[in-house]
């Protein structure tokens, strides 16, 4: 008898702390955008793991708006917070679960000058690996057009193009396809 072909597919796991870089492809606004809010995404980069492109660049990304926040008159800076939890990988759509991204207005304009890779007026906090402890944080704004809406209110603007880096909290294992000849 002849021997069974070789696997087309080959598992791949991506480990827990990985950081995706995804591109949000939905506009919102610490004033307009309400908890549970669908936001759409993709990933900005391919996710290459150990020499094999586990997610190509493109791949889908959802998620939801986890907690949104309007500037206080007197007290109160504005945030929105993003939380996403599916991957689709060559038509198949996988749960994933990402620390939360918080997005945050500054204090004072002054502070509303770009530095260091954080857009314009923000300040960016990504919740630590669950039981990864505190050192887990990471900047989140890697690029794009995330601002602060004007002076009046002083709202968080994410803008669609708006690059973030996401740490995923669990691993997550696929099935890649093996190219001919391999």
């Excluded at 990402?98 to 000058?113: F, G, M, S």
């Excluded at 887990?136 to 994410?158: C, N, Q």
Aim: hydrophobic share 40%; charged share 20%.
């Amino acid at each position: 008898p002849e021997p069974p072909p070789p696997p087309a597919f080959r598992e791949v796991t991506i480990p827990a702390g990985t950081s995706l870089s995804v591109s949000v492809l939905s506009n919102l606004a610490s004033n307009t955008s309400k908890v549970e809010d669908v936001v759409k995404a993709a990933l900005a980069q391919p996710l290459v793991i150990d020499g094999v492109t586990a997610v190509p660049k493109g791949a889908e990304v959802r998620g939801v708006v986890s907690d949104a926040k309007q500037s206080g008159r007197v007290k109160g800076k504005a945030s929105i917070g993003l939380a996403f939890d599916r991957l689709t990988v060559r038509g198949e759509t996988h749960q994933i679960e990402t620390a939360p991204v918080v997005l945050e207005a500054q204090d004072k304009k002054t502070d509303d000058v770009k530095k260091g890779g954080i857009g314009a007026g923000l300040g960016a906090v990504v919740g630590g690996i669950a039981g990864g402890g505190s050192g887990a944080a990471i900047g989140a704004v890697a690029g794009g057009t995330a601002a602060v809406l004007g002076t009046k209110g002083r709202e968080i603007e994410v803008r669609a193009g708006t690059v973030l880096n996401v740490l995923l909290q669990s691993p997550l294992t696929l099935k890649v396809p093996l190219k001919q000849g391999q």
